[in-house]
């Protein structure tokens, strides 16, 4: 089983639709990240974050840390949200800070 | 600033050629990485450093080796291809602290025939 899990896979809706991911992990944690890859591109930090709520523009993520869950929420989706959208988790490993991904999340959003 | 750059951004190779490659960032960064990306795999760690002069095996590291002589430059070369290491390889960089977001460079699509 993967140290950091997310679901679904792949999610495809409507322009304007709101929009969920979610991120599930099982190891201790000093901070969780999510990324952004738009198709052949590059990739792109969206959040950091360690406790609570960060909003930016149309994204939200939130973590809860009991739970070991984060969920990135994207309100009124427009086609170019469509990327691939990845958890990742910062751990210390042999003394140093590394970074374990998920397996992303495809998201299409169709006009 | 550039942020974290890469060099190439794109290469064909035949099985056995060997190849640098570089990746620079200017943010002065304590911390660079190398991760491979393959469908269906996600991001996997090669190879990283905590400092100039320092470099330390990461999830994935063989066939590949890294050098770090200077701060701001990160290499990772391959001795003698093999088809297995076709991918997409990212750079990343950090500062210090468990608190910094790591940032990444474009890629370099690297295709071994």
């Known amino acids: 089983k993967n140290e950091v899990e997310q679901s679904p896979q792949n999610l495809t809706a409507q322009e304007g639709e709101f929009i969920t991911i979610n991120c599930s992990y099982s190891?201790?944690?000093?901070?969780l990240h999510w990324l952004q890859q738009h198709p052949g591109g590059g990739i792109v930090s969206l959040f950091m974050?360690?406790?609570g709520k960060k909003k930016h523009g149309r994204l939200i993520a939130t973590i809860n840390i009991q739970e070991k869950h984060s969920s990135l929420h994207i309100t009124a989706s427009h086609p170019r949200d469509s990327a691939v959208y990845i958890c990742?988790?910062?751990?210390?490993?042999?003394?140093?800070?590394?970074?374990?991904f998920g397996q992303g999340t495809r998201l299409t959003i169709n006009p | 600033n550039a942020g974290v750059t890469q060099t190439p951004k794109f290469r064909v190779l035949k099985t056995g050629q060997s190849m640098t490659l570089l990746c620079a960032q200017d943010?002065?960064?304590?911390?660079m990485y190398w991760y491979r990306q393959d469908p269906g795999m996600g991001l996997r760690l090669i190879h990283y450093s905590v400092g100039e002069g320092t470099t330390a095996k990461g999830e994935v590291p063989d066939g590949y080796n890294v050098s770090r002589l200077k701060k701001q430059n990160f290499l990772l070369g391959l001795e003698s291809a093999a088809p297995s290491q076709t991918s997409v390889y990212f750079c990343a960089s950090r500062g210090r602290g468990y608190y910094n977001e790591q940032f990444f460079g474009p890629g370099t699509r690297l295709t071994v025939l």
């Open positions: 990742a988790v910062s751990k210390v490993i042999q003394g140093a800070q590394k970074l374990v």
């Open positions: 190891v201790g944690i000093s901070a």
């Open positions: 974050l360690s406790s």
């Open positions: 943010m002065n960064h304590e911390y």
